[in-house]
């Protein structure tokens, strides 16, 4: 007669877990939304298919009308650290659903990959924060000359002509004005000044996707705007 095998740890004891309060299922929740991504192969190009060969052909998947914001929420994590309270409530909603895949993973036999560690949210909120400076210029779009800034009629937000001469010539975006600070060289004109530097946090050039490596030192642009000054926004 063939034993049947004894699970180290059984799906109920996990969704359990997953639902619960305190530390240990709030760790356990976190544990399992990166796991959930770090063995799925069409997110994580680390887990090659001769890593899941090692674990049975072991891989994990979302639910199809929840697959972005389940990704979304890992990405996030694992690049700053955190979730806020309302993502944290979502996912102790969501992740119980997904107890009998974190189930098989706990009890896989075989070498496992190495278990993520989100960065100290503290860190990375603070290099987030760090600030960028990226060039603006005056260009054509169509049969239409644009300023290298322009405000809205609110003054509230401006559309910012990025220069990015690596990628596609340029990255126009309407941008807060209390998010950045705009600074012109002498005798610009300030209102559609035809060169001007923009001064972000990390976080919003990550989000407008303005390449890292063509953010200029500040002294650069200090020295490009000697006997100028920043636009007053108010």
Do not use: C
């Amino acid at each position: 007669m063939t034993k049947r095998r004894q699970f180290r740890y059984s799906e109920d004891v996990i969704r359990q877990t997953l639902t619960g309060e305190g530390a240990k299922s709030e760790e356990l929740r976190t544990k399992g939304l990166l796991a959930l991504w770090q063995y799925n192969p069409e997110l994580n190009r680390e887990y090659t298919s001769e890593q899941q060969k090692i674990l049975g052909g072991f891989t994990t998947s979302y639910r199809t009308k929840e697959a972005g914001f389940m990704a979304n929420l890992a990405a996030q994590l694992i690049d700053k650290g955190f979730l806020t309270d309302n993502q944290k409530t979502a996912l102790t909603r969501r992740l119980p659903r997904y107890a009998d895949q974190l189930t098989e993973l706990a009890n896989l036999d075989g070498t496992k990959l190495v278990p993520l560690v989100p960065p100290n949210a503290d860190e990375a909120r603070s290099v987030g924060n760090e600030p960028l400076w990226f060039e603006a210029q005056e260009g054509t779009d169509g049969p239409f000359t644009t300023p290298a800034v322009f405000f809205a009629r609110s003054r509230s937000s401006v559309k910012v002509r990025f220069v990015l001469p690596i990628t596609t010539g340029h990255s126009s975006h309407w941008i807060a004005r209390k998010m950045i600070t705009i600074r012109v060289p002498k005798d610009e004109d300030q209102l559609n000044p035809k060169k001007a530097f923009v001064k972000m946090p990390r976080w919003m050039a990550t989000k407008y996707k303005l390449p890292e490596d063509q953010a200029l030192p500040e002294s650069q642009v200090m020295e490009a705007t000697e006997g100028g000054s920043d636009i007053d926004l108010t």
